[in-house]
C-alpha cells in the first residue's frame, strides 16, 4: 500500500496546571515532558502499518532538524519512506501543548502550526511521480492521498494518482481543499462540512449526504463517496447508487478526535488493499475510528483492538 501526502512531525509539551497568568489571562503549564509523534500522512502511513500492510511513505521535507526527528519517529514504524528533501522548505511541524490540573486528564490548550504552504519544487514533483509509478509497478496494493493543504498536491502528482486508478488500482483521496482536483474512478473520503462545501450545499441530515455525494460523484466521475459524519458515524455512496448508512461504532465515548479521519483513510485504503468490498472496508474504518477517539493524541487500532471492539458490541 501506498501513502502519498503532507509529511508533519507532532509535537506534544505535556504539563501541568493551576494557576493563570498575571501576564495574560492564558494558563501558566509547568513543563512535564515532551513526545514526537509522525502526523499528516504519516499518521496515516503508521496506522495502515499497524493494520499490517506494507507501507510505502511518499512526500516532501525540509533540510532541517524537524525532517531528522520526523525520520527518528518512523523508524521502527514498519513503512518505507520515500522523502524527497528540497532546498528551501521547512519540514511541517504541529505544537501541541496539553495541560491539565494535578490528578486530571490532559487537554489540549494550545496548536501552534508552521506549515510551509507553498507547491513543490518542478523537480520533486517529477521525482515523486516516477518514486510512485515504481512503487505502483513493484505491487502496491492500493494507493492513499493524504492532502493536508501544504501545497504538496500538485496537479501533476493528482493526475499521477487518478491515472493509476484508472488501470484498476484502489485509490482513496482523503483532502481538506482539494478534493475537487481528483476527477476519475477514485474514492472520495470528505468529512460532511467538505463534502457540503465540495457540492455547493449545506449537509446536516443523511438525505442531504446522498443528494450531495451523488452530484460529486456524477461531476467528478468517481468511483464513490465514503463521507464521515463524526458521532453520526459515516454513508458510503457509490457510482451506481448503491447507498450505506454506517452508525458510529461503540458507545460514543470521545477523548480527542485528533488524527481519526487518517485512521478512517488508513483503515479503508488498506482494507480495498486487501481485496474487500467497499461497504465492508468502510464498516472496518468505522470501527477503527472508534478505538483511536478513546486515546490521547494521533493514535492507532490495531486489529486485536479492533476485534475487541467489535466483541464488544
Do not use: W
Request: glycine fraction near 12%.
Amino acid at each position: 500500500m501506498g501513502v502519498l501526502g503532507d509529511v508533519v512531525l507532532d509535537r506534544y509539551v505535556f504539563g501541568t496546571t493551576n494557576r493563570i497568568s498575571r501576564e495574560a489571562p492564558v494558563p501558566v503549564v509547568l513543563h512535564e515532558r515532551e513526545e514526537m509523534r509522525p502526523g499528516g500522512a504519516a499518521n496515516a502511513a503508521v496506522n495502515a502499518a499497524v493494520l499490517g500492510s506494507r507501507v510505502s511513505l511518499l512526500g516532501v521535507v525540509g533540510r532541517d532538524e524537524a525532517a531528522a526527528r520526523f525520520r527518528e519517529c518512523m523508524r521502527g514504524s514498519g513503512v518505507k519512506l520515500h522523502l524527497v528533501v528540497e532546498k528551501g522548505r521547512h519540514t511541517a511541524q504541529k505544537l501541541r501543548v496539553m495541560a491539565g490540573a494535578l490528578g486530571t486528564r490532559h487537554q489540549q490548550v494550545l496548536r501552534l502550526d508552521r506549515d510551509p504552504v507553498a507547491r513543490p519544487h518542478v523537480d520533486t514533483v517529477r521525482n515523486v511521480v516516477a518514486t510512485l509509478r515504481r512503487e505502483a509497478g513493484r505491487g502496491m496494493g492500493a494507493l492513499l492521498l493524504s492532502d493536508y493543504g501544504q501545497g504538496f498536491m500538485d496537479t501533476d502528482i493528482v493526475d499521477a494518482a487518478v491515472g493509476l486508478a484508472r488501470k484498476g488500482l484502489p485509490v482513496v483521496v482523503d483532502s481538506r481543499y482539494a478534493l475537487g482536483r481528483a476527477r476519475g474512478p477514485v474514492v472520495l473520503k470528505p468529512n460532511a462540512p467538505e463534502l457540503g462545501e465540495l457540492a455547493g450545499a449545506p449537509v446536516t441530515s443523511v438525505e442531504d449526504v446522498v443528494e450531495a455525494a451523488r452530484a460529486v460523484l456524477r461531476r467528478q466521475q468517481a468511483a464513490a463517496v465514503v463521507a464521515t459524519r463524526g458521532r453520526e458515524g459515516m454513508v458510503v455512496v457509490q457510482k451506481g447508487g448503491k447507498v450505506a448508512v454506517l452508525p458510529a461504532h461503540g458507545n460514543g465515548e470521545v477523548t480527542d478526535v485528533t488524527g481519526a479521519g487518517d485512521t478512517v483513510a488508513a483503515a479503508l485504503t488498506a482494507a480495498l488493499g486487501a481485496g474487500v468490498t467497499l461497504e465492508r472496508a468502510a464498516s472496518l474504518a468505522n470501527v477503527a475510528a472508534s478505538v483511536v477517539v478513546g486515546k490521547l493524541g494521533a493514535a492507532t487500532a490495531s486489529p486485536d483492538e479492533i476485534l475487541a471492539a467489535l466483541e464488544a458490541s
